[in-house]
């Protein structure tokens, strides 16, 4: 399949498509994983991890092989795991990692405010979408938008984003 293909499905709601392609790529995972002192079911969370972390990029990044961006990703992710490990205090086997729970707990942070920013958008309609989608993920200028999105003008589509920001601003006040 395709990157372009793949991407596609990703970013129109057809992900389990692209999940099913995209387990073809588990197997490189699982033995970087393994080889390196991991379990196999180490290996299928950090895939899963992998995944999860795909979606949300291709949404927000340009990315033209998401299956090396996958594998990467995991290898990453693997690779982390185990430097958070060597660094835990052993001392004894009740010994809290403060640094990971400090870790996990931004983390955690961090997904509720992107979880709370992709209701918002998806909130405010496909309009005010695609706007914050070219502009601040494509970095497209204002005339280009306004040219792909058929706004009469450059004006039009500045105003329009305008409001589309006022809006967000104005839903994420509420939900605080």
């Not at 399949?1 to 129109?12: A, D, F, Q, V, W």
């Not at 004894?92 to 709370?116: F, P, R, W």
């Not at 004006?155 to 920001?165: D, E």
Request: proline share 1%; aromatic share 8%; glycine share 2%.
């Amino acid at each position: 399949m395709k990157n372009e293909k793949i991407i596609e499905l990703l970013t129109s709601g057809k992900q389990e498509k692209a999940f099913s392609y995209l387990y073809n790529s588990f197997p490189k995972v699982r033995k970087h994983i393994v080889t390196n002192s991991g379990t196999k079911e180490d290996a299928l969370d950090i895939f899963q991890e992998g995944l999860i972390i795909l979606y949300r990029k291709v949404n927000i990044q340009n990315i033209e092989n998401p299956e090396a961006f996958l594998i990467k990703s995991c290898h990453f992710l693997w690779n982390n795991q185990i430097r958070k490990n060597k660094n835990k205090l052993a001392t004894t086997s009740e010994t809290i990692d403060l640094e990971a729970i400090d870790d996990l707990t931004e983390i955690i942070e961090k997904e509720n405010k992107l979880k709370q920013l992709e209701h918002i958008v998806l909130s405010l309609g496909e309009k005010c979408k695609s706007i914050f989608e070219l502009f601040y993920y494509q970095t497209l200028d204002m005339k280009s938008i306004a040219i792909k999105l058929g706004y009469k003008n450059v004006q039009t589509a500045k105003v329009q984003k305008y409001k589309c920001m006022e809006r967000a601003r104005n839903l994420a006040l509420k939900n605080n």
